[in-house]
């Protein structure tokens, strides 16, 4: 092994140059399409901040907060989750040095890192998922600096960075419990004998406390949240994938494990975990494979979104570059960047599904050039497959839908007459693009807008967008009647037209009903 592999050095301008190339590339295309509902949702959530939310930390909310002063715009919304692409790239090139890369391992991990389907999307469109590639990027950096220095000053950082991806998602907790249980397995129990494995919890739960406190007071909605998601779920974005028969669920999480990180390329990642697993050169790094499959597991019992392991790739992808790089070691430089090449046109394929870089028209014809468009609505018309996009479109007519609706009344019927939306979704692109045709805030029962309330409404009419509460609306209203219906034929298939509906004659006060038509999630 090469004295550069045995110092761990990092090959900044090789990370640096990848990072730009990620970096440019989101800048350039991230405010194509239009806003995606979660998107929408912080930025209603960021007029109202605080410590925590009935269904996420903060920190999301946080970042769409950042773009107040440019009035939400979009480029601005994402602006920082391009910067962040670029430091993910940096930091799954700082894991590959730990593991032992010299410059070829660290230029293809940096490659992977900048175009690899999960981090591309993640560097585009603001979601709960926005930080944890980078984050339990970060958690293995320093776990591996652990590891190879016996320094345990380390577990200060670990908590620090903990933290934060806690703020942003708890799916943290765990990589942080599998983690803890692969240093013990593979035969690093003592690093886990330190005060400092102690300060660090003690640090991390003081950092934590307002959210857990926030939480607490509430209620721990964040439990019904859970509940509601796995009783009322589509898992990717819509297409639903996970079985209640636990064999079924464990095949096909795996299965998507190579199909979501880019099918084409998993044999980099599984190369890398075998030899996490088997080879004694990364012997020391044993615990990282012991970690994955602590992981799998854990996230097959739990039934768990099949994308929740997208942030332990990195160090995978690092670990089968650098085999790669010892098996090619003394082959022509002409090899090594034929294999860069390979693996650079086996990522273009799936780049156009991933992030917006065709107009939605050539996109469409793309999908249907890989046959991949689904025809079979009830409209007979071909819907996107690709969730991601679909849920980007049409926010604005469906506002001026409920608008055109909302003026058909009296001026004096629509002084007192809310909106009511049955999801935060629609609730939050209504609340978006609502007032500039006119639409009062809106109010929904749904997550944190239930908190929200009833922002001081009767109740004596009340228009509601949405079916999904439809057996509710007739519980608790006399009178309820359709009067307009927002269809668009991008949109997925399983969620079809919207319905709204007139609400009068109510057989309670809005406030007084308010707790029956409460839920959280999906």
């Known amino acids: 092994m090469s004295e550069h592999r045995r110092t761990g050095a990092l090959y900044l301008p090789i990370a640096l140059a990848w990072a730009a190339i990620a970096v440019l590339l989101h800048v350039l295309i991230n405010a194509r399409y239009g806003y995606a509902r979660d998107e929408l949702y912080f930025i209603e959530c960021a007029k109202h901040l605080t410590w925590g939310y009935v269904d996420q930390p903060p920190l999301a909310v946080l970042v769409a907060w950042l773009a107040f002063p440019f009035h939400f715009a979009l480029w601005a919304v994402r602006l920082p989750l391009a910067l962040l692409s670029g430091v993910m790239v940096v930091a799954g ?40 590639p980078l984050a339990w990027t970060g958690v293995v950096y320093f776990s591996l600096r652990l590891v190879k220095t016996g320094n345990a000053r380390y577990y200060l950082s670990l908590a620090l960075v903990i933290t934060i991806a806690m703020y942003a998602k708890y799916t943290m907790a765990a990589l942080v419990v599998a983690m803890l249980l692969g240093l013990l397995i593979a035969g690093h129990a003592k690093l886990l004998r330190s005060k400092y494995l102690v300060i660090g919890v003690a640090l991390a739960v003081l950092l934590f406390a307002p959210n857990i406190l926030w939480q607490a007071h509430h209620n721990w909605p964040i439990l019904e949240v859970m509940h509601g998601d796995k009783a009322n779920r589509h898992p990717v974005h819509g297409i639903s994938v996970e079985s209640a028969d636990m064999l079924t669920n464990a095949v096909v999480f795996l299965l998507m494990q ?117 025809i079979g609505s009830p409209d007979g018309k071909p819907h996107l497959v690709n969730p991601a996009y679909a849920d980007q479109l049409g926010w604005d007519d469906m506002a001026r839908t409920v608008a055109i609706a909302y003026r058909s009344l009296p001026a004096a019927q629509r002084a007192k007459t809310p909106i009511f939306a049955d999801r935060y979704a629609y609730a939050a692109a209504l609340d978006f693009f609502g007032p500039k045709y006119g639409l009062p805030r809106v109010i929904s029962p749904n997550n944190s807008y239930y908190l929200w309330g009833t922002r001081g409404y009767s109740g004596n009419s009340m228009i509601a967008v949405g079916a999904t509460d ?11 009647r359709q009067i307009a219906v927002y269809r668009n034929e991008k949109r997925w298939i399983l969620e079809g037209p919207l319905p709204v509906y007139l609400c009068t004659r109510p057989r309670a006060t809005l406030a007084q009903m308010w707790p029956s038509f409460k839920y959280y999630g999906l």
């Open 93 to 132: 090139c700082a894991v590959a040095a730990q593991l032992g890369a010299g410059r070829f391992a660290q230029m293809l991990t940096g490659l992977l890192m900048a175009l690899a389907p999960p981090y591309l999307a993640q560097g585009y469109i603001l979601s709960t998922e926005f930080l944890s």
């Open 258 to 374: 190579i199909l979501l990180v880019n099918p084409l390329l998993a044999g980099i990642w599984i190369w890398g975990l075998l030899a996490l697993a088997f080879q004694r050169a990364f012997s020391a790094y044993r615990y990282i494979a012991v970690t994955y499959g602590l992981l799998v597991v854990l996230m097959i019992l739990l039934t768990a979104r099949v994308y929740y392991l997208d942030g332990f790739y990195p160090v995978l992808f690092a670990a089968g570059a650098v085999s790669m790089e010892i098996l090619l070691s003394f082959k022509p430089r002409a090899l090594k960047a034929a294999v860069l090449l390979l693996v650079l046109l086996l990522d273009l394929p799936l780049m156009p599904m991933t992030i917006p870089l065709l107009s939605l028209p050539v996109y469409e014809r793309y999908e249907g050039l890989l046959g991949l468009s689904r």
């Open 470 to 480: 439809y057996p509710l609306l007739l519980r608790s209203f006399d009178n309820v």
